[in-house]
């Protein structure tokens, strides 16, 4: 008989477990036992988290553990070449924190990190949710940081908490890490790109809507878009985002298209100039959904 794990319901965790399993969960909108599925799957792998470049040989152990043989064509070890010039997308990322990458990247090492972290049900190519979760730990990098987002682009994450070997192979060599160090090193500078870099913020917020739509969809639930919001502008709109996200739970309602999820970053960046909205202009281009909420904080402000 095949043995089944059992997953405790929440309230048997610890606080720190209760929390992170419940951000998990409200961020994937998964439910509760796949998300303590995941969280049992993404324990730290047996194998020692990479910190330096692997050997061809190492590396060659490391990709024989899956079973598949060491003479297949695509983990042929090769001489390394120069790296690609960095995707349009990411124009703004210049190394921000880190210095040197140190000559071109061990493509064999990133291999073997991918096969480290992937799960023993996911395809040969693919990280699943729970070796993502497993992979982040790893990272210290949790959830509730927009560096997140960040990465996926980076690394052209096909969807939320997924990624393909491709997209994680060509991406950390155009950021030029190939160890666990290295890429630490890389989501700091993500990270300072995001807090300071207003081109390369701007590019990750817009790329996020099509990423976190469900597939097939042309809207994003208005649930998912409050928490991207949460996570994504506390920052940069501090005065108007509680106001902005009860307006739309309580009068609006409705699933968040396209249009209005890029258009409201620029109505962020005008109430950084203007947070009483005393200039703001009905006859201007913005969002129907825009011009509502402001009739609404005006009526609340009165």
């Not at 194998?47 to 152990?61: C, D, F, G, K, M």
């Not at 042929?76 to 349009?88: D, E, H, M, N, Y």
């Amino acid at each position: 008989m095949m043995f089944r794990p059992r997953y405790p319901p929440l309230q048997s965790y610890t606080s720190s477990q209760r929390a992170a399993l419940s951000h998990f969960m409200q961020f994937t909108q998964t439910p509760e036992r796949t998300a303590a599925k995941v969280q049992l799957q993404s324990r730290p792998r047996l194998l020692p988290h990479i910190s330096a470049p692997v050997t061809a040989v190492e590396s060659s152990r490391l990709i024989d553990r899956s079973g598949r043989s060491r003479e297949s064509p695509r983990y042929a070890l090769r001489p390394q070449k120069s790296l690609t010039p960095p995707r349009a997308g990411f124009r703004y990322y210049q190394n921000p924190g880190s210095g040197s990458t140190g000559g071109p990247t061990n493509i064999a090492a990133l291999h073997a990190i991918f096969d480290q972290y992937r799960l023993p049900d996911d395809g040969p190519d693919v990280f699943s949710i729970g070796a993502t979760m497993g992979y982040f730990e790893a990272l210290g990098l949790g959830l509730e940081d927009p560096t997140v987002l960040a990465l996926s682009k980076a690394l052209d994450s096909p969807s939320m908490g997924e990624f393909t070997r491709k997209g994680f192979v060509d991406g950390w060599s155009q950021l030029g890490a190939d160890t666990m160090d290295k890429m630490k090193e890389k989501i700091n500078g993500l990270r300072k790109s995001m807090e300071s870099n207003e081109p390369f913020f701007k590019e990750v917020y817009l790329w996020t809507f099509n990423w976190a739509k469900p597939t097939g969809q042309k809207s994003l639930p208005l649930e998912n878009a409050v928490e991207w919001w949460k996570l994504l502008l506390s920052s940069k709109f501090p005065v108007h985002l509680d106001r902005w996200i009860e307006f739309l739970t309580t009068k609006w309602n409705k699933s968040v298209p396209k249009d209005t999820w890029n258009m409201l970053y620029s109505f962020a960046v005008f109430t950084q100039g203007d947070p009483t909205l005393a200039t703001y202009d009905e006859m201007s281009s913005w969002p129907s959904v825009i011009d509502s909420y402001v009739e609404f904080y005006r009526e609340q402000e009165e």
